[in-house]
């Protein structure tokens, strides 16, 4: 049983408005649209995640007195942890119940009309999350792992925004979790899409077992 997972294409990760843009992001929205009604790809469930943050989520440079897409190092939110990773500072994007935290407004559209699974991350202020299944300290799991296994999928295919970041480490979390994992590449964009960068996300996920078609 296979699921198509459309990570965070919302209005805070488009251009021309969105406080996040994702360079081209808006030219998937229409595309990610025909997929899910594509008669040949007989979907068993269609997931649609959103960036779902707090007024002052910790991935914010705002509330650091950081300027965005400055680096930081993140502590580890468990007590008695000493371990740290290091992240980036985002402007503020995708707060609850915004404008732009919604979804981009066909897809929007869409679920008045089908019924479609959105999950929800980043709701814990104290944390980040770029994987839809879990923060990057794999501490809080998302409800995602137990829908995809109640309805029996067992292959996803990842699309959405961005490509270097929420989907390559949603398609991470899935591969470790075994589903077997598919990009599909026309339907994603990246913060950086330079050639080095790509060609380091291509063995990043080769590593892992993931396709990129
Ligand atoms: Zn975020």
Not at 160 to 173: E, H, Q, R, Y
Request: with cysteine.
């Amino acid at each position: 049983m296979k699921a198509l997972l459309i990570i965070d294409v919302q209005n805070d990760f488009l251009p021309p408005n969105g406080s996040l843009a994702v360079p081209k992001g808006d030219e998937i929205v229409n595309p990610i649209l025909s997929l899910i009604h594509d008669s040949q790809q007989d979907w068993h469930r269609v997931v649609m995640t959103r960036d779902w943050h707090p007024k002052n989520h910790i991935s914010f440079a705002k509330r650091h007195g950081q300027e965005p897409y400055s680096s930081i190092t993140y502590k580890s939110p468990r007590p008695g942890d000493s371990s740290t990773q290091e992240g980036t500072l985002w402007p503020v994007h995708c707060v609850q119940n915004t404008r732009g935290s919604q979804l981009a407004d066909p897809l929007l559209k869409e679920t008045y009309k089908n019924h479609y699974k959105i999950v929800d991350k980043g709701f814990l202020s104290d944390r980040e999350y770029y994987s839809a299944f879990n923060d990057i300290w794999d501490f809080h799991k998302t409800e995602l792992n137990d829908y995809l296994k109640k309805h029996h999928i067992t292959q996803v295919y990842v699309v959405g925004l961005a490509l270097d970041f929420c989907v390559k480490n949603t398609a991470i979390s899935a591969a470790k979790l075994g589903y077997e994992t598919i990009i599909l590449k026309d339907y994603t964009r990246a913060i950086n899409s330079d050639e080095e960068s790509m060609e380091k996300l291509k063995k990043e996920l080769e590593e892992h077992n993931i396709k990129l078609q």
